[in-house]
């Protein structure tokens, strides 16, 4: 499967050679200072498995 065709002038490609930038919004114009939190995963000792993985057998 190939990527749709984008347009240079809104999307240049890529050098991986670069380093990754260390301010966020160089990627992504608008993104907060600061992620939030990342919610807690449920464990089967929360009082169920309500959305987790189930043991293996």
């Given at each position: ?6 347009d ?7 050098d991986?050679?670069?380093p990754?930038?260390?301010d ?8 907060p ?23 293996p057998?």
């Open positions: 499967m190939t990527g749709p065709d984008l240079p002038e809104q999307y240049p490609p890529i991986p050679r670069e990754v930038p260390d966020v919004s160089v990627l992504l114009p608008g993104a200072d600061e992620l939030p939190e990342a919610p807690a995963e449920p464990t089967p000792d929360d009082g169920g498995n309500a959305g987790g993985v189930r043991e057998a």
